[in-house]
């Protein structure tokens, strides 16, 4: 039985600091990503992490590169989502996925795509205030 439950969310006002946490079980999983939904909004990705033969590859979205983390800790089997600078845009929901297999050929599309996913954590929700 695959579980991912995420946790770290929270109120905070502009320009501060979340870290999200993400615990596994039953399996590590080569490719982790956190995604994000905001009311009336579809669900996009944030940022993904991958582990394969080629090593460890991160990825983000160009609305976050700079200011959000992603990382992992495979003997804990938890993804983390180090978030700072926070906008009032970056409200959401927060979910935290995994795919399986080997990431051969993933790309950053690929890593930031929903669809690409086939577990999906409840979510943690974010708020930021200006």
């Known amino acids: 039985q695959v579980q991912l439950v995420e946790s770290g969310g929270g109120s905070v006002q502009a320009g501060g600091s979340l870290k999200l946490s993400c615990v596994a079980s039953?399996?590590?999983?080569?490719?982790m990503g956190w995604f994000r939904q905001a009311p009336g909004k579809e669900r996009e990705g944030v940022a993904a992490i991958s582990t394969g033969a080629g090593g460890r590859s991160t990825y983000y979205a160009d609305s976050v590169k700079g200011r959000f983390t992603i990382s992992r800790d495979n003997a804990k089997n938890t993804v983390y989502l180090q978030m700072n600078s926070l906008k009032p845009e970056d409200t959401a929901m927060y979910y935290c996925?995994?795919?399986?297999?080997?990431?051969?050929?993933?790309?950053?599309?690929?890593?930031?795509?929903?669809?690409?996913?086939?577990?999906w954590g409840q979510g943690t929700q974010v708020t930021v205030s200006s």
């Open positions: 996925a995994a795919k399986r297999g080997a990431p051969f050929g993933l790309t950053a599309i690929r890593a930031l795509n929903v669809n690409e996913y086939n577990y």
């Open positions: 039953g399996y590590t999983y080569s490719t």
